[in-house]
């Protein structure tokens, strides 16, 4: 299986392919629509797309959005307009979302299956792979987009006996939720929530998570992702601290029992 955290600057895409030939895409990179000083810059475009191409992936199985918000979510529409989606995967969000509301339409367009879930939702993707839903409850619907972040889809991917927690953007109530709910959570590999956000990444959580590596999807930023103190707290816990600003597209394959890590910049793998 491979998996790779995709290099969209300040955003998340991560792209899962198993050992049948399923590819899945979790979140989607920011886009056009972005407030933030990003400009026309359209990740689904200019980076997912041509990435998926280079791989020779003409169709996704289902493409997960953690939430949705333009980091997450932007680059989706160029994404289910121009190849072959089967499912559409988002948290269920309890206000008006313009983003929300303009995907449902262009994924009823492309005939793109579209289904809210939350925690205990969970996809068996050929032999012996399986993403689910860790999080969130149905009960942590988010009332605005300032709090969707802790209503992020929190999924673990697992192979056999490697696993990867993709923890979207989730902050301290969401961290608090997901240690409460009893799931095991320690995992080989970690995507850090919220881009290593100084409000994300408690000690409890990187506690229970217990990971080997812990990969930062980041760009530049004025929200002073990821915080320096995140980062130790990571290092201190004896976890590999991995980010897509300094390594680029971080790649992971793995046969179920171990794994190999790199970052496409520095590609002497560790
Ligand atoms: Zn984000």
Same mark, same amino acid.
């Given at each position: 299986m491979e998996i790779t955290v995709l290099d969209v600057g300040q955003g998340d895409s991560?792209?899962?392919?198993?050992?049948?030939?399923?590819?899945?895409?979790?979140?989607?990179?920011?886009?056009?629509?972005?407030?933030?000083?990003?400009?026309?810059?359209?990740?689904?475009?200019g980076t997912v797309l041509p990435y998926l191409r280079y791989k020779g992936i003409n169709r996704l199985d289902a493409i997960f959005v953690s939430h949705p918000h333009d980091d997450h979510?932007?680059?989706?529409? *160029? !994404?289910?307009?121009?190849?072959? =989606?089967?499912?559409?995967?988002?948290? $269920?969000? @309890?206000?008006?979302?313009?983003?929300? /509301?303009?995907?449902?339409?262009?994924?009823?367009?492309?005939?793109?299956?579209?289904?809210?879930?939350?925690?205990?939702? *969970? !996809?068996?993707?050929?032999?012996? =792979?399986?993403?689910?839903?860790?999080? $969130?409850? @149905?009960?942590?619907?988010?009332?605005? /987009?300032?709090t969707a972040n802790d209503s992020s889809l929190v999924l673990m991917v697992t192979y056999r006996r490697f696993k990867m927690l993709l923890a979207g953007?989730?902050?301290?109530?969401?961290?608090?939720?997901?240690?409460?709910?009893?799931?095991?959570?320690?995992?080989?590999?970690?995507?850090?929530?919220?881009?290593?956000?100084?409000?994300?990444?408690?000690?409890?959580?990187?506690?229970?998570?217990?990971p080997t590596y812990a990969l930062i999807s980041v760009g530049n930023n004025n929200y002073g992702h990821p915080s320096d103190e995140v980062m130790e707290r990571y290092r201190d816990s004896g976890t590999e601290v991995i980010t897509t600003k300094e390594a680029g597209a971080i790649t992971i394959i793995t046969d179920g029992t171990g794994f190999s890590i790199k970052g496409y910049i520095n590609q002497n793998g560790r």
């Open positions: 991560v792209v899962v392919s198993t050992p049948s030939g399923h590819h899945i895409l979790i979140d989607c990179g920011p886009g056009p629509t972005g407030s933030d000083d990003q400009g026309i810059w359209d990740a689904g475009k979510m932007g680059g989706l529409s *160029s !994404i289910i307009n121009n190849i072959k =989606v089967d499912r559409l995967y988002m948290p $269920p969000v @309890d206000y008006q979302d313009s983003m929300v /509301t303009a995907i449902i339409e262009e994924a009823r367009e492309n005939n793109v299956l579209m289904a809210y879930i939350t925690d205990g939702y *969970s !996809i068996k993707v050929g032999d012996r =792979v399986s993403i689910e839903a860790v999080h $969130p409850p @149905d009960t942590l619907k988010a009332s605005s /987009t300032d953007d989730i902050e301290k109530l969401g961290e608090q939720s997901v240690l409460a709910s009893g799931n095991d959570i320690n995992v080989d590999v970690l995507k850090v929530p919220h881009h290593g956000s100084k409000t994300s990444s408690s000690p409890e959580f990187i506690d229970r998570i217990n």
